[in-house]
């Protein structure tokens, strides 16, 4: 019989490893690719910039392959959102790939924005794969400075 040094932690590490082989498979699947909305999970969320200019706050998306009917864009209480699709292509067999890294699948981003903006002037443009939204800031409100009136004291006469 062999003596093996017993070693507290090694069943940890085996929890471990196996918890991580369980997320691998949820998200990537057997083989190893990145799974689509369609296989069971969401696989990616477009990169953005948000930043100000003098009159506007600027959202831009990176969504290549789509198209601007593809892409849906809400205002609401302050928050900018930006949803859609980006469908696997069926041309190819899927099969026949010998690698898959783009990722696919529906996407929802919800982004606040650092000022109020004027919702109703809001302006969309979409080319080469980068949607880009203008909003425009909205004035700010000023605090109002309410003047102090003085007034004498009265004064208080003494009855005899």
């Not at 196996?18 to 799974?35: A, I, K, P």
């Not at 198209?67 to 899927?94: C, T, Y």
């Not at 425009?136 to 005899?160: D, R, S």
């Amino acid at each position: 019989m062999a003596i093996i040094r017993w070693d507290p932690f090694r069943d940890l590490l085996d929890i471990h490893d196996e918890v991580n082989r369980l997320f691998r498979r949820s998200f990537f699947g057997e083989g190893g690719r990145l799974l689509s909305r369609d296989r069971g999970a969401t696989a990616w969320a477009p990169a953005i910039d948000v930043f100000e200019t003098k009159d506007h706050v600027v959202v831009t998306a990176e969504l290549p392959g789509l198209s601007a009917d593809e892409v849906s864009i809400s205002l609401d209480d302050n928050v900018l959102s930006i949803k859609g699709e980006r469908r696997f292509s069926d041309e190819v067999k899927e099969e026949n790939y010998h690698r898959i890294e783009r990722a696919y699948g529906y996407f929802e981003r919800n982004i606040p924005l650092p000022r109020l903006v004027k919702e109703g002037e809001a302006n969309a443009t979409f080319a080469d794969g980068v949607l880009r939204v203008e909003l425009p800031k909205a004035e700010e409100v000023k605090p109002k400075q309410i003047p102090i009136k003085v007034e004498e004291p009265k004064k208080i006469e003494k009855k005899k």
